[in-house]
């Protein structure tokens, strides 16, 4: 076994730089196992981890190798990664923590850097209450169609993972189909994307893909997917099935994909009233809103069933998950944190680990907060992308910030700012959501 070379917090920041995602925690996780190991397989790693087979071969691997691949130039796999990332041309330096004292801990009790959806058995994760139990009632009713929405970073996948072990906990089989795993060849094409879901539930369900024998062209790609379903997959199934569409909203920028798509499954959430083949089905769509600044004023988001909102957390949760630090924040540090930053879950995950590590003191961590070496840089400059490329919110956007008090803004521009977690609303107009952002943003776009 390899020892492992990588620091990931200098390997995201340098996958960042090269214009890419900063890795999943499963991403993480697997890219580990592959450099200790390049025996390991997919299916070691998700039983070990409590993932699908076809979640890890689909999902984390396909696009961990797509990322490094992009950063590094050339193509990366499991068998070449160690040798890949070992002769870069960075500088990685060796853990800060020494190797034996990580391993002693327990995965739930290890302080990871906070990135993608915290692990189901992790005691840094803090119940999203009253809405998650909401969440779990719903989940096991016949019929149900559950909508989970939010900026990005806000707790969704983490939530998610949560109603998928309450469900498996109760009997039903479960299966999370994340579209960012799904080529842009494949979501803009119809066809592809209906045969790609397809697949994906087909290796979930440890069948084979009999695509071929059920797809009829002259009956349409939305009805022959249907039928498919209908005829092969779900009579397989004799109890409950939870479907989870993670991340579904990237169809929001393949307009004529989504249309057909999501007026399928609205299709699909009615077939579960009425035919008794359809009724062991539940379906949960995970929709991150900040997608929705890409719709033009003719589309809508999907909004059929029950749709849940995360918001942010309350001070008694910071509370909560600072108890789970070794810090010695006192009362009046939790309080200008959460004001700061609006009980934003990830800044307040993002702001705890470097406390933890000691990387800064608490008064240097708020000063420095809005510049350029702020430690909540990377959501910053995301949340900044998404004006520049709109010209019209990133006007909007300039007005709230004129004013010192709410303001109020044509209907899709308060919706589209709102969607991003910029702004929230106050009686029908729109005030800035924190002051971080509020201090970052008038020194980026003066």
Known sequence: ?????????????????????????????????????????YEQFAAEHNYSASYVRCGVAKELWRVLRAAAGERVTKSNCYSILTRLPLALPAPTVPPASVESQPDSDRLDYPNGAVPINSRFYIPRLPI??????????????????????????????????????????????????????????????LRWLCVQISQALELPSKLDQHWNEDLGYKMSCSLYMKKYLLPQVKQPFVLALDEVSVLFNYPDTSQEFFTMLRTWHEYTKVETAWQHLRLVLVQSTDSYVQLNVNQSPFNVGLGM???????????????????????EHLTDLHTYVAGHPYLIRLALYHLTRQDLTFEALLTTASGHNSVFRYHLQYLLWLLQEQPELMSAMQQVLASAEPISLPQILGFKLRSTGLVQLVGNQVQVSCPLYRDYLEEAIA
């Open 132 to 193: 998650e139990n909401r969440c779990k009632r719903a989940i096991l009713q016949p019929c149900t169609l559950l909508r989970l929405k939010a900026p990005h970073t806000m707790g969704k996948s983490s939530l998610l993972s949560q109603l998928l072990a309450h469900a498996q906990s109760q009997g039903c089989i479960t299966i999370r189909v994340n579209f960012q795993a799904a080529d842009t060849q494949v979501l803009s094409d119809l066809s592809r994307t």
């Open 1 to 41: 076994m390899k020892s492992d070379p990588i620091n990931f917090e200098a390997l995201d920041t340098w996958l960042q730089e090269q214009g890419q995602n900063a890795l999943s925690n499963a991403q993480r996780l697997l890219l580990q196992a592959c450099l200790q190991s390049e025996r390991v397989t």
């Open 309 to 331: 909102s995360l918001t942010a957390f309350s001070l008694a949760e910071v509370e909560k998950l600072v108890a789970l630090h070794p810090l010695d924040l006192t009362a």
